[in-house]
């Protein structure tokens, strides 16, 4: 076990992120975890083991998933074996299309990764050991991914093939591939799943339909028959992350920027399929998270067009409360429910656009 940069629990040494932060509620930037290996320059999404209390981070620029002990903020081990960062034609960083690991999270005693050689990587969450391989049939990337803990069940997409497709795969063992879905017509393929816990479905962001960004929404699928069931209309927002709330409440990040689309974040009702709040101003977000316990919702917004920042939205009342400034690729986004603290990885870059910690901010309110 390697230990790495201490977190600053304390107000009068924690370094503030937000300007103006005074209030013991608001969030601020209480320390750095840093990430031993390459610097870290390429990354995808990360998720927090709740029981655990571990953190999974897709790690390109290491060709694996890097994990760390929040409770002690430690780095614990890293499962190797992704693909990596595949560079573009002009020899820059990165074709997304194909690069990996990108979505990870924790099923049962196993760790699911979607790779860039479209494939899903299982491994032992104990030994790092990688334990199987699962092709998807897809040309590129296989993406982030959902998990029915009910049914045993992992929903994966290939949102960079033509036409995009979820994968449904059984955790027991033999990992067999129980349906494929194919999306003629989401145009710009699909985005972060997520299972809802409350109806025992999978509930997928849609960016883009018939090549019209106005155009979105939310896939619903059945685990157990590999079916759409239904898509929920989201317009003008791009949906990118997604975290569910209270009361049927869903928390959408729209990428949406400003560029073609005026920047705003969603809240939706997945009961009633109606839009209850829009958040406008900020915007161009990739992973969403929500802590149900202190009532938030957090989304990396690095498409935002004011610069990059982590946005911090009240769930009782859906209005924005901080925007919190991160840094170059901060994409990402998890919250440890249990303490309340919110991990935000930020890439170091070379050239015209150097700056970044190459590290993992914390967040908190201590």
Known sequence: MRTVTKLLLSAAVGLSAFAGAANAAELRQIGTISIPGQPLNSFDISFIDQSTGLYYLADRSNKGIDIIDTKKGTFVGRAEGAVGPVMKKDGTCCNNDHSGPNGVLVAGKDIWVGDGDSTVKVYDAKTLKLLDTIKTGGEARADELGYDPKDG??????????????????????????????????????????????????????????????????????P?????????????CVPHGIAFGKGGNVFLGCNANGKGVPAKLVVVNWKSGKTVA?????????????????????????????????????????????????????????????????????????????????????????
């Open 153 to 222: 069940i992992i929903a994966i997409a290939n949102n960079a093939d033509e036409p995009p497709f979820l994968s449904f795969i059984s955790t027991k063992p033999g990992h067999k591939i129980l349906g494929k879905l194919v999306e003629e017509h989401f145009s710009d393929g699909m985005e972060q799943t997520m299972y809802n816990p409350e109806d025992g479905l999978f509930y997928t962001d849609i960016p883009e339909m018939d090549k019209d960004k106005t155009k979105g929404g939310l896939l619903v699928t059945d």
């Open 224 to 236: 157990k028959t590999a079916k759409q069931l239904k898509i929920i209309p989201v317009d003008s």
């Open 278 to 366: 829009e958040i406008p101003g900020v915007g161009g977000s990739d992973e969403s998270a929500a802590d149900l316990k202190n009532e938030r919702y957090y989304s990396a917004l690095n498409g935002n067009p004011d610069g990059p920042i982590l946005s911090v939205v009240d769930a009782k009342t859906n209005k924005l409360t901080q925007k919190i400034p991160t840094g170059p690729g901060a994409h990402s986004v998890a919250v440890n429910e249990q303490t309340g603290r919110v991990y935000v990885p930020i890439a170091v870059e070379a050239g015209p656009l150097k700056g970044g910690c190459g590290c993992i901010a914390v967040y908190g309110t201590e």
